[in-house]
């Protein structure tokens, strides 16, 4: 296969799935909640832990366990306290360490993270894979207006505006946006940055080649890549 050349002023990293893989913690962490809040439909963890994957705590908490907003707080950081904890991780994911040890040599101040998870468990999952904080600061789901995260663009917007400092990335104008990247695992992460009017990229990190090639719409990559090792 002939490689495929990306040109982007500012790179929108996703965390969980696409840096670094806190799977089973996350598995642990619907577990227990299911143990204490029974899931809406009769669902079991493993099929809310698919169904939310890449979305926010304070959106799939309340939909799945119905958590009340006043007991949100207190939820969001029991869960990532075990996911953080007890899960055995977060473990870093193939050739990210390089990766982004050449971007924040090369490019310090063109890239950031777009994470679904609160500042308080990204700057700790940071801290324990040893990997660098950008710049320009993270975007997590403590600065996205409620109802706004991932798949809708507001958390890439955010992040290219964090590093832009410009109004110009419109949702409804693809080309306005064309000079960021978003690198993505999940679906809803895809669809939000292509909503944002990003190029996207696909990792292989919970999600099969075939399935991502098969996705429709939004969803559906620019590229896509086994992992960020090549």
């Known amino acids: 296969m002939t490689p495929s050349t990306i040109l982007a002023e ?10 670094i893989d806190s799977t089973q913690g996350v598995f642990n962490a619907w577990e227990e909640f299911g143990k204490k809040h029974p899931f809406i439909d009769g669902l079991q963890w493993r099929d809310v832990a698919h169904k939310t994957h890449g979305r926010r705590l304070a959106e799939t908490l309340k939909q799945y366990c119905n958590i009340q907003d006043d007991e949100l707080p207190q939820a969001i950081y029991e869960f990532e306290d075990i996911v953080i904890n007890c899960g055995g991780g977060p473990d870093l994911l193939p050739g990210v360490p390089q990766l982004l040890s050449d971007v924040n040599r090369i490019i310090p101040d063109r890239w ?6 609160s500042s308080r468990f990204a ?8 990997l660098p904080f950008p710049s320009k600061g993270l975007v997590t789901a403590d600065d996205i207006a409620s109802g706004q995260g991932k798949p809708k663009p507001a958390p890439y917007l955010a992040g290219a ?5 410009q109004d110009a990335f419109a949702t409804k104008c693809r080309p306005a946006f064309l000079s960021s990247l978003v690198i993505e695992d999940a ?5 939000a940055g292509r909503r944002a009017g990003a ?10 080649r075939e399935f991502l090639e098969t996705r429709v719409g939004d969803e ?7 992992d960020l090792e090549q």
């Open 112 to 117: 950031t993270i777009v994470t679904s998870a």
């Open 123 to 130: 700057s700790a999952a940071l801290i324990r894979c040893n």
């Open 161 to 165: 505006r964090r590093i832009s400092n």
């Open 187 to 191: 679906p809803s992460g895809l669809a």
């Open 199 to 208: 190029i996207t990229l696909a990792v292989c990190t919970n999600h099969t």
């Open 10 to 19: 500012a790179i929108l990293f996703d965390l969980d799935g696409t840096l």
């Open 220 to 226: 559906k990559p620019d590229f896509i890549v086994d």
